[in-house]
Nanobody, 121 residues
Framework: QVQLVESGGALVQPGGSLRLSCAAS????????MNWYRQAPGKERELVAG????????KYADSVKDRFTISRDNAKNMLYLQMNSLKPEDTAVYYC??????????????WGQGTQVTVSS
């Protein structure tokens, strides 16, 4: 069974920082591209950041560029999202997503249960 468990969400004031973590198990972590998504109440789930299986390349939503940093530690099966200069619009449930890279363009998606981030004064 593949499990992705997020942690690190909290209530933080605007301008503050948080570091989210995602612990993966039951899958070959080094074969997975990893992503962070978020979803606010009444809004669609959106991609926040992604990182390739090796950690060599990253991508970010325009709304979080220069503020968030995605990283991974393949030796520990861990994914991270460092969030700085947080804004109220960053408030959402943040989800860890793993994409297992298979052969012949066949991939498999897995999701965590999410962790709540609330940015408010």
């Amino acid at each position: 069974q593949v499990q992705l468990v997020e942690s690190g969400g909290a209530l933080v004031q605007p301008g503050g920082s948080l570091r989210l973590s995602c612990a993966a198990s039951g899958v070959t972590f080094s074969r997975c591209a990893m992503n962070w998504y978020r979803q606010a109440p009444g809004k669609e789930r959106e991609l926040v950041a992604g990182v390739t299986s090796t950690g060599r390349s990253t991508k970010y939503a325009d709304s979080v560029k220069d503020r968030f940093t995605i990283s991974r530690d393949n030796a520990k099966n861990m994914l991270y999202l460092q969030m700085n200069s947080l804004k109220p619009e960053d408030t959402a449930v943040y989800y860890c997503n793993a994409v297992l890279l298979g052969v012949f363009s066949i991939n498999y998606d897995y999701w965590g249960q999410g962790t709540q981030v609330t940015v408010s004064s």
